[in-house]
């Protein structure tokens, strides 16, 4: 499965924007997605994970009640949509996906897309 994210930017603290992460290649395999983030010289940091079906999502502790993931498989696309918004927000967030179960470290995915940039400020 080949990815690609879009929709990061600069927004100010409190606001909000909307990732999306487009599959294509081998979609007709089921696959789970997930988002994660990284700012220099720190390791890739999980954000949220959703199963195939939509069934199961995971979430970091830092995003919980902020961040919403969710997936549209006609689409072949994923969404990360992330609400009230703060300065440490401020990473490149990164889709990916796998096969098998959900999980919630980089090293479980296979398949990532690059990186794309939001930049919260305060």
């Known amino acids: 499965v080949q990815l690609q994210a879009c929709g990061g930017g600069l927004v100010q603290a409190g606001g909000s924007l909307r990732l999306s992460c487009a599959a294509s290649?081998?979609?007709?395999?089921?696959?789970?997605m997930g988002w994660f983030r990284q700012t220099p010289g720190k390791e890739r940091e999980f954000v949220a994970a959703?199963?195939?079906?939509?069934?199961?999502?995971a979430y970091a502790d830092s995003v919980k009640g902020r961040f919403t993931i969710s997936r549209d498989n006609a689409k072949n696309t994923g969404y990360l949509q992330m609400n009230s918004l703060k300065p440490e927000d401020t990473a490149v967030y990164y889709c990916?996906?796998?096969?098998?179960?959900?999980?919630?470290?980089?090293?479980?995915?296979?398949?990532w897309g690059q990186g794309t940039l939001v930049t919260v400020s305060s």
């Open positions: 990916a996906a796998n096969s098998g179960f959900l999980s919630k470290v980089a090293s479980g995915f296979g398949s």
């Open positions: 290649g081998r979609t007709s395999s089921s696959y789970n």
């Open positions: 959703i199963s195939w079906s939509g069934g199961s999502t």
